[in-house]
Nanobody, 120 residues
Framework: QVRLVESGGGSVQAGGSLRLSCAAS????????MAWFRQAPGKEREEVAD???????TYADSVKGRFTISQDVAKNTVLLQMNSLKPEDTAMYYC??????????????WGQGTQVTVSS
């Protein structure tokens, strides 16, 4: 079955940067939509960014200009570069995938999550 494993989370000061990675196994990357979600305690899960099979990206307004999603098809990996981090970015971050060439918002595959904590 498809497995997604996130890594790269940690604790940083406000203004710092982190790069999250999502490695996919038993997964043919081509034709998939990949996305990053996050969920903070007491808040709804929200989509942070996604990237479709054409490399077209979409970002939540809250992270636009600070976060960058990218993909390495050969490595079956999707990255989330997070710059200028703010305390409100603190959340568990999840990688998600959908067997669709374009992102529609439905993600049957999920990683276990990696914690990002941003302190002031």
């Amino acid at each position: 079955q498809v497995r997604l494993v996130e890594s790269g989370g940690g604790s940083v000061q406000a203004g710092g940067s982190l790069r999250l990675s999502c490695a996919a196994s038993r997964f043919r990357y081509g034709g998939y939509c990949m996305a990053w979600f996050r969920q903070a305690p007491g808040k709804e899960r929200e989509e942070v960014a996604d990237i479709d099979s054409d490399g077209i990206t979409t970002y939540a307004d809250s992270v636009k200009g600070r976060f960058t999603i990218s993909q390495d098809v050969a490595k079956n990996t999707v990255l989330l570069q997070m710059n200028s981090l703010k305390p409100e970015d603190t959340a568990m971050y999840y990688c998600a995938a959908a067997p669709s060439a374009y992102c529609t918002g439905a993600y049957p595959y999920w990683g276990q999550g990696t914690q990002v904590t941003v302190s002031s």
